[in-house]
Nanobody, 125 residues
Framework: QVQLVESGGGLVQAGGSLRLSCAAS????????MGWFRQAPGKEQEFVAA?????????YYADSVKGRFTISRDNAKSKVYLQMSSLEPEDTAVYFC?????????????????WGQGTQVTVSS
């Protein structure tokens, strides 16, 4: 079955950086877009970033992370990454990776079929 496993979360001070990884198995990874979403305590899950089926594909970012976060993928390793820089306390959330139903990435949650369990990111002020 399809599995998505996130890693790389943790506690970091404001202004710091973290790199999240998501390892995929059970699917032909290079056929699908991938996305990152996050959910802060008491808030709804929100889109963070998405990428199409190759590392050269179009990338999309939420306005709140544009210029600070970078999504990338390595199809040979079946992994997608989220490089997060200039982190702010408002970035504190559980971060989820998801595989899309199609080859392109999307900001729409319902265009994703499989989800990981999430990794906690906590940014202290």
């Amino acid at each position: 079955q399809v599995q998505l496993v996130e890693s790389g979360g943790g506690l970091v001070q404001a202004g710091g950086s973290l790199r999240l990884s998501c390892a995929a198995s059970g699917l032909t990874f290079s056929n699908y877009g991938m996305g990152w979403f996050r959910q802060a305590p008491g808030k709804e899950q929100e889109f963070v970033a998405a990428i199409g089926w190759t590392d050269g594909s179009a990338r999309y970012y939420a306005d709140s992370v544009k210029g600070r976060f970078t999504i990338s993928r390595d199809n040979a390793k079946s992994k997608v990454y989220l490089q997060m820089s200039s982190l702010e306390p408002e970035d504190t959330a559980v971060y989820f990776c998801a595989s899309a139903r199609q080859a392109w990435g999307s900001y729409r949650r319902n265009e994703y079929l499989y989800w990981g369990q999430g990794t906690q990111v906590t940014v202290s002020s």
